[in-house]
């Protein structure tokens, strides 16, 4: 059954010329681990409001666990929706301890109940032992887990993220992100992330929705909407990429990088991601000779730009590689692009 | 499937708070509705005597005493926070916050000080006459109760209003623009006459008007002093013609020059703009030292010791002389004033937390407009709001089969005060709730809490020190309140700032010495809290209290 279903949603704002979201419609399953990605403004935040029901829609339909929340003349105030929040400043109670926070959702519950259940929940969190304190004297961390316990304990059928971690340093972001994906996956919760950022995305979800002006513009696997973007907006949010003119390919190759499409209008750009691109020492099929303009050691890569002669014209091309100890103005060898990793965006 | 908008949006009244903040709004909005339609009576004979040979008066001494005030607290007010901002001196410190103290002593009895200690028969002037042979007539130095001498009073019990607002912008918001100057070659005299003062301009603007609309709240200084103001108008009108109409009509009149005063002080904050961040320049003032630097400290001290240290001084050297048989009610008194300010305390803090949650929670333009109107009284003096009400009242009893049942009575008092001081309650839960993210709410609904639930176990634990603040001003507030309380107190029932009136006007002022000690020793803690708000968030913006 669905846990999810969103049908059209669409929020204009009093005043405002454009809607913010325009007919949004989302199916989640059971379990599964949503990513709601764009750049600030985009309308991904007030998506998740609608969902959360702190903002109505002008139109459309919300369907929660069979439930309707959004319908005509129905709308579900938030405290009855069971569905979870996690905020990015993380809103917990500032005048209550840890356990009370998280026993804050269990009212109705016996007391020695709820007992156990805010220390199961501290116990997941990894926070045993820290329930009488305050939040001001947690760090930024314990905080967000602290908030996430909260949101957990009255079994949401649903949980939503709001930026989770950008109030977070980057150091802590990185382990954070995994322990709470371990979290999310041991008690089975299905989740709705928004984010700006991609990495929240590739560590949390096993499904992104991209989002520009209001609409959603891509949606797949993360591995799929990073390799092969809907359009450009798609390809540089999710990280660098080449963009080389269709034109510049042999016809061989262009039917191979477009077999997908139904036409090739000829001003597409072919979009190609710099790890996407391997550097041989032998001419082979596909293979482009090329010069090394400049190599930038990055850590994990090093990032190479060089410039090759694609279809008459000389063409800028980015890669990332393992391999360091390039020296600018020198022939590197031959590029070999993987058609499959190649994308036609307009 | 796609419907229309129309299910989605919200009915008028989307649930009881929103209803509940517009109820009160119009409840609150009452006495104002009434004065202005007051200008649709009938006009009689009382008003045609007042028109012809009272109104000129009025309105001429109304705009005398405006400008003089207007003139005098600029001087004082303005001059005192660039120096203190701006030079260093010995004492720099101390006065920085001692220059704020006056406004811990209302007007009126900064001025029953004064008239006691110029008085012909004063102990300071028999001093005088005895050992120095001074004789100047009737008077000491000039006739201290007239429209100048009120102005100096009031100037130097309201200056600083604007010195807190000037203080606050040349000691944060100025960013490095006087360092600009002085790097430009401007000495210290040019960069306070071209960069202080125009800078400053909206800000000293918006102090002024807050004086103002004090003066024209006022009337216990200006009964005093002999000066016809349209406060003394409707006094007359209500208490010596007995006449409601042409009291409205001068009420009405009255406002004409309130909403004047408001217009401009809210076009001038607005052009108040704020350098933002705190500069280095803020951080890490530099002051400039001046040679013989306790001139400076002689001269800015002045406004603290004439608008404070002199009435204080004159009042608790009364009260240790005077026989303490006077003293025999003063438990009555005390009693009566502070359980009608705590009453009136109580209920504008509750209103103000209800309100505070409602626009908080639902921030539509019917809750917006609601929280405007209800907060609109701190604008109205307290005899315009006095004199709707009263109308109000009399009607009410009057439909209610002749008894005088609401006219007079407590909570009729209570009432005007709670229109009267709403805004001084809101702003410090308003300013508390900024504080707060909202999240917070959201986070509460989302783990099923209902508005109620949010409101008592979120908002409310978090409002605690907001509430206390609230709750204090308010009762200072309605502690130091003369003239809504003269008209509209019960008969008989006698409080602090009452009693103090009418033993000054039995020219019996050292009597009023002990109430007159008991409001200022409460006003004081209010004054304190603000210039520590001010200090250690100069983004607040300070508002009539």
């Known amino acids: ?346 | 499937m796609r419907w229309k908008g129309i299910f989605y949006e919200r009915r008028l009244f989307p649930n009881g708070w929103v209803a509940g903040a517009s109820l009160a709004a119009l409840a609150l909005m009452v006495p104002l509705i009434v004065i202005f339609s007051g200008i649709l009576e009938p006009t009689d004979k009382v008003w045609s005597h007042i028109v012809n040979n009272l109104l000129g008066t009025y309105t001429m001494q109304t705009l005398l005493l405006m400008l003089g005030v207007a003139v005098c607290s600029f001087v004082m007010g303005v001059n005192a926070a660039w120096v203190v901002s701006k030079y260093r001196f010995p004492g720099r410190r101390l006065l920085e916050w001692a220059l704020i103290m006056p406004l811990a002593i209302p007007a009126y009895l900064s001025g029953y000080a004064w008239a006691g200690m110029l008085d012909y028969t004063s102990p300071l002037y028999s001093f005088l006459r005895n050992n120095f042979g001074v004789h100047t007539g009737q008077y000491l130095f000039f006739d201290l109760l007239s429209l100048p001498g009120a102005i100096v009073v009031f100037s130097l019990s309201l200056y600083p209003y604007v010195y807190l607002i000037t203080r606050t912008f040349f000691q944060h918001h100025a960013g490095n623009m006087f360092d600009a100057g002085r790097s430009l070659g401007l000495g210290p005299w040019a960069i306070y006459r071209r960069l202080g003062i125009p800078l400053a301009r909206p800000a000293i603007v918006a102090g002024i008007s807050l004086i103002l609309m004090e003066v024209l709240n006022d009337y216990g200084l200006v009964n005093y002093f002999g000066v016809e103001t349209y406060t003394t108008g409707i006094f007359t009108a209500w208490f010596a013609f007995g006449n409601v109409g042409a009291a409205m009509k001068l009420s009405a009149l009255l406002m004409v020059f309130v909403l004047g005063l408001l217009l401009m002080e809210k076009y001038q904050r607005r052009n108040l703009w704020y350098a933002g961040q705190p500069t280095y320049a803020a951080t890490h003032p530099n002051r400039r030292k001046v040679r013989f630097g306790w001139v400076i400290t002689v001269l800015t001290s002045l406004p603290f010791v004439l608008g404070f240290v002199v009435p204080i001084a004159a009042f608790i050297h009364w009260t240790v002389s005077v026989d303490a048989a006077n003293h025999r009610d003063f438990g009555r008194l005390l009693l009566n004033s502070f359980q009608l300010a705590a009453t009136a305390a109580v209920l504008v803090t509750v209103l103000s937390l209800f309100l505070g949650f409602t626009i908080r929670t639902f921030p539509g333009l019917l809750t917006r407009v609601s929280v405007r109107i209800a907060t609109l009284g701190y604008a109205i003096p307290g005899a315009v709001v006095a004199i709707g009400l009263l109308v109000t009242t009399l009607w009410l009893d009057s439909k209610g089969g002749g008894t005088v049942l609401i006219t007079g009575s407590i909570a009729a008092l209570v009432y005007a005060y709670a229109v009267r001081f709403m805004a001084v309650g809101f702003h410090s839960i308003e300013s508390g709730n900024e504080r707060i993210s909202v999240h917070l709410d959201q986070a509460a609904r989302s783990l099923g809490s209902s508005l109620w639930r949010t409101f008592l176990r979120v908002n409310l634990p978090l409002m605690r020190g907001p509430m206390a603040v609230a709750f204090m001003l308010v009762l200072v507030d309605v502690l130091k309140e003369l003239p809504l309380t003269l008209i509209l107190r019960p008969f008989n029932y006698d409080t602090l700032a009452i009693r103090a009136f009418e033993y000054a006007n039995d020219e019996r002022i050292a009597e009023a010495s002990p109430a007159a000690l008991v409001i200022i020793t409460a006003a004081i803690i209010p004054v304190i809290l603000l210039n520590l708000i001010m200090k250690h968030n100069p983004h607040h913006k300070p508002s009539k209290k």
Request: proline share 4%; hydrophobic share 40%; charged share 20%.
């Open chain 1, 1 to 346: 059954m669905s846990i999810l279903i969103a049908d059209q949603l669409t929020r204009q704002f009093p005043g405002s010329t454009t809607p913010a979201v325009i007919n949004f419609s989302l199916r989640m399953e059971e379990g599964e681990l949503v990513a709601l990605l764009g750049a600030s403004g985009c309308g991904k935040t007030t998506v998740l409001r609608m969902i959360a029901g702190f903002e109505r829609p002008n139109s459309g339909s919300l369907v929660v666990y069979g439930q309707t929340m959004i319908g005509p003349e129905k709308f579900v105030e938030p405290e009855k929706r069971k569905i979870g929040i996690v905020f990015q400043d993380h809103a917990l109670f500032p005048h209550l301890n840890v356990h009370e926070n998280i026993r804050f959702g269990l009212k109705g519950m016996l007391v020695h109940h709820s007992k156990r259940v805010v220390e199961k929940m501290l116990e997941i969190t990894g926070l045993a032992g820290l329930g009488g304190r305050y939040p001001h004297q947690l760090s930024g961390g314990q905080q967000q887990r602290v908030a996430l316990a909260r949101a957990l304990a009255p079994e949401p059928l649903l949980i939503l993220f709001d930026e989770p971690f950008s109030s977070i340093d980057t150091l802590l972001r990185k382990s954070l992100r995994h322990e709470i994906a371990e979290i999310l996956e041991q008690t089975g919760t299905t989740a709705l992330l928004v984010s700006h950022d991609i990495d929240d995305a590739f560590a949390l979800s096993n499904r992104v929705v991209v989002m520009n002006h209001g609409v959603i513009v891509q949606e797949g696997k993360p591995v799929e909407v990073y390799r092969n973007p809907a359009n450009k907006y798609v390809a540089d949010f999710f990280g660098q990429a080449n963009y080389l003119p269709v034109s510049a390919f042999d016809e061989r190759m262009t039917g191979l990088i477009c077999c997908s499409r139904q036409r090739v209008m000829g001003d597409e750009l072919v979009c190609i991601r710099p790890d996407g691109i391997r550097i041989s020492l032998q001419k082979a099929e596909n293979s482009l000779e090329a010069r090394v303009l400049t190599a930038r050691f990055m850590g994990q890569y090093t990032e190479v730009t060089c410039e090759c002669d694609l279809g008459g014209q000389t063409q800028r091309i980015t890669i990332h590689t393992r391999e360091t100890g390039f020296d600018a103005n020198t022939r590197i060898g031959y590029l070999q692009i993987d058609p499959s990793v190649c994308t036609v965006v307009e």
